[in-house]
């Protein structure tokens, strides 16, 4: 059995770069969910998907940032002209879900993005 | 939006010692779930509380969910260095959602 899987674990990139993430749930997973965390922080909330179909987005999420899961299965968070703010650990979750339903959400180790 | 606070920021004890942090919300929760992330790793999900006044055992660790299911603590009794990360708080939104909300969590250090 294998857990989420994200890749690259490692970005670095210069400020104005775009940057791709990718994510790979646990294949019986229906829900796929972005976190963002910077040091001392709790994961922050950015999006997360129930099959193909994005279902929530953080008002906080500036538009340059995007995210799909075409086929239900893996996601990729696109970044578009980074900013050293951007800087931090995206990290990927997944878990079953339904209407109602409150699952635990299983980590991926994250992707560190470092914006020079 | 919601909010989940959580306290204290650090604790540093003596192998042995108890420790409890505690996590508390403005508005009644959905549910109440813990995680703990080693340094250098991810969040690793240890329990969940949905009942008002629940509490759940785990060998050593207590987890409480208040009567008005506003705030929930995790008690460690004699803590080990294998305790040591830190130890986040996460609400639900709502029934309807899967966003979780986490607190700013606490971070345990242990001293042998």
């Known amino acids: 059995d294998t857990g989420v899987s994200q890749d690259p674990r490692h970005k670095i990139t210069k400020r104005g770069q775009n940057v791709t993430f990718r994510c790979d749930p646990i294949s019986e997973h229906n829900r796929l969910y972005w976190y963002r965390q910077t040091l001392g922080q709790g994961p922050e909330f950015l999006t997360y998907f129930q099959n193909e179909a994005q279902l929530e987005k953080s008002r906080l999420l500036s538009d340059r940032f995007s995210a799909e899961r075409p086929k239900g299965s893996f996601s990729t968070l696109e970044i578009q002209r980074t900013e050293q703010g951007d800087s931090a650990m995206y990290l990927c979750?997944?878990?079953?879900?339904?209407?109602?339903?409150?699952?635990?959400?299983?980590f991926g180790p994250g992707t560190r993005l470092t914006v020079t | 939006g919601q909010q989940v606070m959580q306290i204290p920021q650090y604790q540093h004890v003596q192998e042995g010692e108890d420790f409890t942090t505690y996590c508390n919300s403005s508005t009644t929760l959905s549910n109440i779930q813990w995680y703990k992330q080693r340094p250098g790793g991810h969040p690793v999900f240890l329990i969940q509380?949905?009942?008002?006044?629940e509490v759940k055992k785990q060998k050593r660790l207590t987890f409480q969910f208040g009567e008005a299911k506003k705030n929930s603590s995790l008690h460690i009794t004699a803590t080990q260095t294998t305790d040591v990360g830190t130890y986040f708080c996460a609400a639900h939104g709502s029934s309807n959602t899967g966003k979780l909300i986490f607190g700013q969590g606490t971070t345990l250090q242990v001293k042998p």
């Open positions: 509380l949905v009942k008002s006044g």
């Open positions: 979750a997944s878990s079953l879900g339904g209407s109602g339903a409150l699952y635990e959400q299983y």
